[in-house]
């Protein structure tokens, strides 16, 4: 087997193990709630807001030491802490530790991004770069679904607490496998790179316009955070609640893998990325502003599971064109930078937990926040379709693994 296809496959297993932990909150949040005696808002801040606060403030740091001084050991390490945090999580005796240890997960976790995506790109062939994003990424959204619906059923069975320490375990075997798999790229610098270089991934027009619309994509996408509690409020099942919320996860490898496969199409023509990339951040904007008007409406669980998976398509299918163009924008050796600091920007949009939080207790209903979450998202899918006036800086270097996007 092609060694970037075990890659794939091995980083995809810690994409999983990531949003496994980062989401088994979600349906225990109910008993949570109801443990510890605090308010929608002030859940939504302390477990999952905080929680990205933590992930978004590594992004710069993370990338830019992995540009340093390698990428593997800080992809070896970055499991061992957030499944170690995740045990924290359950054994934690009041609502502020909880929250101080989805922190340190969050910080945790956002090692992993900034190295990851560079090893990827690094390794993957130029023709299959597209490709390659997307399957390698679709971790994310199977981690996010299994996080929902096993933990769903942990939760039901075995209590919170318990459900969430089980949730540590594949953490640790995805730093054992990656330790094993991952060759070092040997583009890494060892120290070498200058200040100048870095300052120039800052002064690159489209990357500041991808960023924003990296905000408005995450801003909408950390919205689905609240949907077993949503739907448990509409009578459904904490265990069905989880099901239905799961399938915005499962969507991934399908968007992923249709939006890689058409980046990839479309490089071959020689068309840009951008209508693509902004048409996908659009229509999920719409599916939650849908999802919100079918909540007002009394709409069937089949409605919503139709509007859920809908919004993960789209959401998911944008990380490919996203990614591909990212990587043509910038020189290699930065490249961990360039993810990093687009993903510290668009991990801002972790704010949306909060700002549901509060809607929620202010209006008695999570409609008018999906409405605002529709929006959002169109005016990432506007800032998409602004790019395009910025040179190919990658294409200038000779001798690395060159995107396809």
């Not at 390698?70 to 009041?94: D, E, F, Q």
């Not at 995506?117 to 299959?128: D, F, G, L, Q």
């Not at 919503?304 to 993960?312: E, I, N």
Request: charged share 10%; glycine share 14%.
């Amino acid at each position: 087997m092609r060694y970037y296809i075990v890659l794939w496959t091995v980083m995809l297993f810690g994409w999983i193990t990531n949003y496994v932990c980062r989401t088994i909150v979600s349906p225990a949040l109910p008993y949570i709630r109801d443990e510890f005696g605090v308010s929608h808002e002030l859940a939504g801040l302390g477990l999952m807001t905080l929680m990205l606060v933590g992930y978004f403030s590594m992004q710069l740091p993370a990338g830019y030491i992995g540009d340093r001084y390698g990428r593997k050991r800080i992809l070896v390490l970055g499991p061992v802490l957030w499944g170690t945090a995740t045990i924290g999580t359950a054994l934690s005796p009041t609502f502020a530790v909880a929250s101080a240890t989805r922190f340190l997960k969050g910080l945790a976790m956002g090692t992993y991004f900034g190295n990851d995506r560079p090893v990827i790109a690094h390794y993957t062939p130029r023709e299959k770069m597209g490709l390659g994003q997307g399957i390698s990424f679709s971790g994310l959204g199977i981690g996010l679904g299994l996080g929902m619906i096993v933990g769903g059923a942990l939760v039901s069975w075995l209590g919170w607490r318990l459900a969430v320490a089980m949730a540590a375990i594949p953490s640790f075997v995805a730093s054992l496998l990656i330790s094993r798999v991952l060759r070092e790229p040997e583009t890494h610098t060892s120290g070498r790179i200058s200040r100048a270089e870095v300052i120039k991934v800052f002064g690159i027009r489209d990357l500041w316009l991808l960023n924003g619309a990296a905000f408005c994509a995450l801003f909408s996408l950390w919205s689905v955070l609240w949907l077993p509690t949503v739907l448990t409020e509409r009578g459904i099942e904490i265990g069905w609640a989880s099901t239905l919320t799961s399938l915005f996860g499962f969507a991934s490898p399908v968007g992923l893998v249709v939006s890689g496969l058409v980046s990839d199409a479309l490089t071959k023509r020689g068309m840009s990325l951008k209508l693509w990339l902004g048409a996908s951040i659009a229509l999920q904007g719409l599916f939650w502003a849908l999802f919100g008007y079918a909540l007002s409406a009394g709409a069937d669980p089949w409605t919503l599971a139709v509007l859920v998976f809908g919004a993960g398509f789209w959401q998911w299918g944008l990380w490919s064109p996203l990614y591909s163009t990212i990587a043509k924008l910038v020189q290699p050796s930065v490249l961990g930078t360039a993810y990093g600091l687009n993903n510290f920007i668009g991990q801002m949009g972790g704010l949306s937990p909060w700002l549901i939080g509060w809607v929620r207790d202010v209006t008695g209903s999570f409609v008018p926040a999906y409405y605002v979450v529709g929006v959002v998202a169109l005016v990432g899918g506007f800032l998409a379709w602004l790019t395009g006036s910025s040179p190919d800086r990658a294409g200038q270097q000779t001798g690395a693994v060159q995107p396809a996007g």
